[in-house]
């Protein structure tokens, strides 16, 4: 996490305004990662004191006890009324250790427009020496009043490859190259696929789906799969094999599932996901809808089919 999160440039705009003196009295860290949010704010916060997490100080930063870095909220809570007073309060306070003290509030995006508001003045003219890192996994639900007043610091999705090395450097395991294909560049979906114990069932079962060419295996494939907890999961995964078998149908490098189907029915295949997962919002019946999910792909085949031959 450490490497991926000192490549970006979110990090390197923090560790610029450092080096020259020019520290912003509040940061915003747009971090879509859920998982790693907080570890990322830690890294963060120790560039924001320049301070190696090694060291004497940079080991108290991260286990808490650096009276000058607070992190709100606590774990396993949200930000309350309660916390947001006593960061206010504590705010008037003069640093204890260093030159400045740091509040560091992890997933902002939860806190109610009530609370965002209350803080605001403070975040607008913090006291001397007084400075603000705040983590969003997303900015919307954010006030735009809040967003103006600091300095947004995005992380965007990393590439395939460096979610693979991620993975790779926590340990070889066999499921890390679909993780990085199926994580949408964000290595805590990665890491929950790989440690989760279910991506292999889905990956397992997505490729079978996607291999289903006759109706009459439909019924079994259908009954199969259709109690299968991760049932999200599994259509974004067929949708990628789809996605995949299209991309390398059009280069002419034909793969398993390629190799099954017409380019029109791929294409059709890739649309018709995005309704299965919409009807899947509304309870639908997961095996019927796998049924007819495959029915649909087969007949859009057989037709294109025909009119090829």
Same mark, same amino acid.
């Given at each position: 996490m450490e490497q991926l999160i000192k490549s970006t440039a979110a990090y390197s705009v923090l560790t610029g305004d450092k080096s020259c003196n020019r520290l912003s009295h509040a940061y915003m860290l747009d971090f879509s990662d859920a998982k790693n949010l907080k570890d990322a704010l830690r890294i963060f916060a120790l560039a924001f004191f320049?301070?190696?997490? @090694?060291?004497?100080?940079?080991?108290? /930063?991260? @286990?808490?006890?650096l009276p000058d870095c607070v992190f709100y909220p606590a774990e396993g809570k949200k930000l309350t009324a309660d916390a947001v007073n006593e960061i206010i309060n504590e705010s008037a306070m003069r640093p204890i250790e260093k030159p400045f003290?740091? *509040?560091?509030?992890?997933? *902002?995006?939860?806190?109610? !427009?009530?609370?965002? @508001?209350?803080?605001?003045?403070? /975040? %607008?003219?913090p006291p001397a020496g007084v400075h603000f890192l705040l983590g969003a996994t997303t /900015?919307? !639900?954010v006030l735009d009043t809040v967003k103006?007043?600091?300095?947004?610091?995005?992380v965007a999705p990393f590439s395939r490859e460096e979610i693979f090395a991620a993975l790779e450097r926590g340990g070889a395991n066999p499921l890390n190259t679909e993780a990085a294909k199926s994580c949408g560049g964000i290595l805590g979906e990665a890491q929950n696929m790989v440690g989760g114990g279910w991506f292999g069932e889905v990956i397992s079962a997505a490729r079978e789906i996607c291999t289903v060419t006759e109706v009459g295996d439909i019924g079994a494939v259908a009954v199969r799969h259709g109690d299968i907890k991760y049932k999200s999961e599994l259509l974004k995964r067929i949708q990628q094999n789809y996605f995949e078998a299209l991309c390398a149908k059009v280069n002419g490098e034909e @793969? %398993?599932?390629s190799a099954k189907w017409t380019e029109p029915a791929l294409i059709y295949a890739l649309e018709s996901a995005d309704k299965a997962g919409s009807d899947l919002k509304f309870n639908a019946f997961f095996q019927g809808l796998l049924?007819?999910?495959? /029915?649909?792909v087969i007949e859009e085949n057989v037709k294109w089919l025909k009119l090829q031959a």
């Open positions: 320049g301070l190696d997490k @090694n060291s004497v100080d940079g080991k108290r /930063l991260l @286990n808490g006890s003290k740091l *509040f560091v509030v992890s997933s *902002f995006e939860q806190a109610s !427009p009530l609370l965002q @508001n209350k803080l605001l003045k403070t /975040l %607008e003219e /900015l919307a !639900p103006s007043r600091v300095k947004t610091l995005t @793969n %398993e599932i049924y007819d999910y495959m /029915l649909r």
